[in-house]
């Protein structure tokens, strides 16, 4: 069973930070890339920030310059640190990861579950 759990959400005042984590766990042989997803209520789910096994980085427009994406790949674990939060953040994040599974012997694309972030006075 290989899975994506996310932690690091909560309530945040604006300006504030978060630095939200995402550990994969189970079976599986590499990662190749990995990202960040966001949610808002009512709208579609939006790219925020990727990046490659080589450490190659891209960010969203709406939160480039308050955003940093990074990984460890010891511990198989991308992060998401967030600065200057604002209400329009506000929105359940999500992480995926294209993991080379066994069974299929090739990659695929896992998600988690999301973690809610909440930017609020």
């Known amino acids: 069973q290989v899975q994506l759990v996310e932690s690091g959400g909560g309530l945040v005042q604006p300006g504030g930070s978060l630095r939200l984590s995402c550990a994969a766990s189970?079976?599986?042989?590499?990662?190749?890339?990995m990202a960040w997803y966001r949610q808002a209520p009512g709208k579609e789910r939006e790219l925020v920030a990727t990046?490659?096994?080589?450490?190659?980085?891209d960010y969203a427009s709406s939160m480039k310059g308050r955003i940093t994406i990074s990984r460890d790949n010891a511990k198989n674990t991308v992060y998401l640190q967030m600065n200057s939060l604002k209400a329009e953040d506000t929105a359940v994040y999500y992480c995926?990861?294209?993991?080379?599974?066994?069974?299929?012997?090739?990659?695929?694309?896992?998600w988690g579950q999301g973690t809610q972030v909440t930017v609020s006075s």
């Open positions: 995926n990861a294209d993991l080379f599974l066994r069974y299929y012997g090739d990659y695929r694309r896992v």
């Open positions: 189970g079976s599986f042989f590499s990662i190749n890339a």
């Open positions: 990046i490659t096994s080589g450490n190659s980085t």
